[in-house]
């Protein structure tokens, strides 16, 4: 059958996975990959499958309602998934107010446009994809998040991500629009951009640069393949259950400083160093504000109901990943370049000037 999905943010990380999997995966669809290419986006992401006849590009704002409402009118949109966001906890302390706009206000600009242009057609889906961070944060070593666990965003960015979880809801409770929310823990892999903890690392060992650990390094993630949450992403929108919400999770907990010295040990092997060579790049930094201490999800309901489980582990995962940043130092070298470099050195100001 003929669908035509519209797939936001789909030059980002994440997006860009999901995107390159239903290309492959569902030759029927026409996938239609709208991203405003910010600093995070990034076309190169999606070189191998641009030439695909089920691939599309719209270049477009998800907070400008009226192009929005004329795409769907346009390509008659049928179903969404929703990836674009600003996604840096970082970012979202130094600058709430884009967060709000873009998550929470471009959320509700493309709910806005399938309210209207669905009304007569059943055959729809729009899926939210949310993050683990609404939740707040676990004490260590206690219980992990469930679906039913109580919001409690504490970050500028996962407050905006709450809120536009809560208007997802929303719209399946009032206009009862086919709505299906997950909540996912920390990614990692191939074209995550250089700001987040793992890609960042192996960039500045690779290079020999200051490895900026928040406060002691005690926080701890729970760690997935981004892979596997597209994965999870596929079946929750074509087989999840309307109204709800699917936790994704790795169920592989990580405390920073251990993961960080096993990206070391990983990257030093790699780059045939010697064993251990890169832990005098470790600094530690004034801690994060409002950093949360531990984030850690059941996802038995995804298991259970839809039959997901991750696929390899996460050494095999790891070092995929590290071997990936190695051979594409053309592709961390062009995003790491211009507006970033600016954005990265006031960063971190205080390592650069020593
Ligand atoms: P990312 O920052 O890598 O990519 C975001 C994409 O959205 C970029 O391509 C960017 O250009 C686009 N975008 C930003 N503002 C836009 C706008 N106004 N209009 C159109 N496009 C815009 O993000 P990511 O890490 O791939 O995360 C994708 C989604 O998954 C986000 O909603 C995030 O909250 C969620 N999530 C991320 C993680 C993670 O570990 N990265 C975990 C759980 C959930
Ligand atoms: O849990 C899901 C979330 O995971 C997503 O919703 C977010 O979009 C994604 O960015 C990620 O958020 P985190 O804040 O957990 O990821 P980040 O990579 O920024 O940081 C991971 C941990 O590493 C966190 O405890 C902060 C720490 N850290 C991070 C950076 C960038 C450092 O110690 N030093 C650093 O330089």
């Keep these: ?28 669809y026409q996938i239609y990959n709208l991203d405003e290419l910010t600093y995070a986006g990034n076309l190169a992401n999606l070189k191998d499958i641009e ?7 719209i270049k477009a704002d ?21 990836l674009a966001a600003e996604s840096h906890v970082d970012r979202s302390i130094k600058d709430p107010f884009t967060f709000a706009k873009t998550n929470v206000l471009g959320t509700l600009s493309l709910l806005q446009a399938s309210k209207i242009c669905w009304e007569n057609n059943k055959d729809t889906r729009f899926y939210h994809i949310s993050t683990d961070e609404v939740y707040g944060a676990l004490e260590m070593n206690t219980d992990l998040f469930t679906e039913e666990t109580k ?18 809801r929303a719209f399946y409770d009032t206009y009862e629009l086919n709505t299906v929310i997950s909540n996912c823990s920390n990614n990692y892999g191939p074209y995550q951009f250089p700001e987040k903890l793992i890609p960042l690392f192996i960039n500045n ?6 490895l900026p650990v928040y406060g002691k390094g005690e926080n701890v993630r729970d760690w997935l393949f981004v892979e596997d949450h597209a994965r999870a992403i596929d079946l929750i929108f074509h087989k999840g259950q309307t109204g709800e919400t699917y936790n994704i999770g790795g169920s592989n907990e990580w405390k920073n400083i251990d ?19 890169s832990e005098k790049l470790i600094i530690y930094v004034t801690d994060r504000a409002g950093h949360d201490l531990r984030y850690a999800i059941d996802s038995t309901k ?12 996460f050494q095999t995962n790891l070092r995929l990943t590290v071997e990936w940043y190695l051979q594409n130092s053309d592709w961390l070298n062009n995003v790491t370049s211009g507006e970033y470099l600016n954005y990265y050195k006031t960063m971190y100001n205080e390592i650069y000037e020593n």
């Design 1 to 28: 059958m003929q669908r035509n999905i519209l797939i936001t943010g789909g030059a980002g990380f994440i997006g860009s996975h999901v995107v390159r999997l239903f290309v492959n995966k569902y030759p029927n």
């Design 51 to 57: 030439q695909k006849p089920n691939y599309h590009f």
């Design 62 to 82: 998800i907070i400008d309602f009226e192009s929005i409402l004329n795409i769907f009118r346009e390509k008659q949109i049928c179903g969404v998934i929703h």
């Design 151 to 168: 919001y409690s965003p504490h970050s500028p960015y996962s407050a905006s991500k709450a809120s536009s979880d809560h208007f997802v």
């Design 205 to 210: 060992i690779v290079n020999e640069k200051p």
């Design 259 to 277: 993961l960080i010295k096993e990206l070391i040990k990983i990257t030093d092997e790699l780059l045939h160093r010697p064993k251990g060579y």
């Design 302 to 313: 995804l298991q259970r109901e839809l039959g997901w489980q991750p696929q390899q582990d």
